[in-house]
């Protein structure tokens, strides 16, 4: 039993900035890599970011430097700071995590249901 729930989405003029946030829950399990995904309407989900359980991270080139993923191990969350947001930015972002189960150490992908993001000109 795991769950991913996002939060922070929302309306922000260009230029802006938000703040994402996903927190998982749940028992007998690992989270390993942790990351963020984009889709846009009438286009196929993308690679925002990702973060592994040490700390390492991967971004799309494409977003110029303006995300940072980040990760709190004790709280279970990864966060999403996006800068100089654009229109083009405007997508539903999902969270995603790599769980390993403690029981038999298998591994699964577990994604939230994705929050609303909406940059204006």
């Known amino acids: 039993q795991v769950q991913l729930v996002e939060s922070g989405g929302g309306l922000v003029q260009a230029g802006g900035s938000l703040r994402l946030s996903c927190a998982a829950s749940?028992?007998?399990?690992?989270?390993?890599?942790m990351g963020w995904y984009r889709q846009a309407p009438g286009k196929r989900r993308e690679l925002v970011a990702r973060?592994?359980?040490?700390?390492?991270?991967h971004s799309a080139d494409s977003l110029e430097g303006r995300f940072t993923i980040s990760r709190d191990n004790a709280k279970s969350t990864v966060y999403l700071q996006m800068n100089s947001l654009k229109p083009e930015d405007t997508a539903v972002y999902y969270c995603?995590?790599?769980?390993?189960?403690?029981?038999?150490?298998?591994?699964?992908?577990?994604w939230g249901q994705g929050t609303l993001v909406t940059v204006s000109s």
């Open positions: 749940g028992i007998a399990f690992r989270f390993n890599d």
């Open positions: 995603n995590a790599g769980i390993t189960t403690l029981t038999n150490l298998s591994y699964l992908e577990v």
């Open positions: 973060i592994s359980n040490g700390g390492n991270t």
